[in-house]
């Protein structure tokens, strides 16, 4: 069966560290992944999109790898501050279709 | 300008009553998707629009659930006979082209509680 998966546990992280969750998916192929970013009570939010073709995508401090033979996306955040706490959600495209299926999502804590 | 709107943000109702949820889409976005989000999970697709045609709601979860989007701009989620299991965050999106390649906006989602 096609699943996402995300750490469910929470990662916490001190302030100035380098911030690394995994999304890993199986039985998918997709074309593309993003990144979204969600603060409790509020909707997602688009940070990145990396295409299957790409290795690496960076945005100010945000790196995105994908590696489509490990059926894997790593996002790290460096320098973290406590500002970046929140849910990172990622999604990828489904194959015939144009909807996107969201991982569970991984909450990362910074702490001062 | 505005970014995607919903409405009513939290609606309680009785089992068995219908409800109608409301999404107003980004000025000129062409695609509306409409999610459901349980606490602790991602999105989970429901259905989707380009312009006012329905693409796709292999989501939906049963009958009782529908959608339009008559005039390609804000659209309804309708669920008739509401049950306690459709207790959720329902979530819309919007995107200003047709392939989910696109960057989704979100609005702040409707909490709906089935008593």
């Known amino acids: 069966s096609q699943k996402i998966e995300q750490n469910s546990e929470a990662l916490n992280i001190q302030e100035g560290k380098t911030a690394t969750l995994t999304c890993n998916y199986t039985?998918?192929?997709?074309?593309?992944l993003q990144w979204y970013r969600q603060d409790p009570g509020r909707g997602p939010v688009f940070l990145l999109l990396i295409r299957e073709n790409e290795k690496e995508k960076r945005k100010e401090r945000l790196k995105v790898t994908f590696d489509t033979t490990l059926k894997q996306s790593l996002f790290h955040i460096t320098a973290s501050q406590p500002a970046d706490s929140a849910t990172y959600l990622c999604?990828?495209?489904?194959?015939?279709?144009?909807?996107?299926?969201f991982g569970t999502g991984t909450r990362l804590q910074v702490f001062p | 300008g505005a970014g995607v709107s919903q409405s009513p943000r939290y609606k309680v109702t009785k089992r068995g009553q219908d409800v109608a949820l409301r999404c107003d889409p980004i000025s000129g976005h062409v695609s509306l998707y409409w999610y459901r989000q349980a606490l602790g999970q991602g999105p989970e697709f429901l259905t989707y629009f380009n312009y006012e045609a329905q693409q796709d709601k292999s989501g939906l979860p049963n009958d009782r659930f529908s959608a339009e989007r008559p005039e390609g701009s804000i659209s309804t989620l309708t669920i008739q006979r509401t049950e306690q299991r459709d207790s959720a965050m329902y979530r819309c999106?919007?995107?200003?082209?047709?392939?989910?390649?696109?960057?989704?906006?979100f609005g702040p989602g409707t909490r709906l509680t089935v008593l």
């Open positions: 999604a990828l495209d489904s194959i015939g279709t144009d909807k996107l299926i």
């Open positions: 999106a919007s995107s200003s082209g047709t392939s989910s390649y696109n960057e989704q906006f």
């Open positions: 039985n998918y192929s997709p074309a593309y």
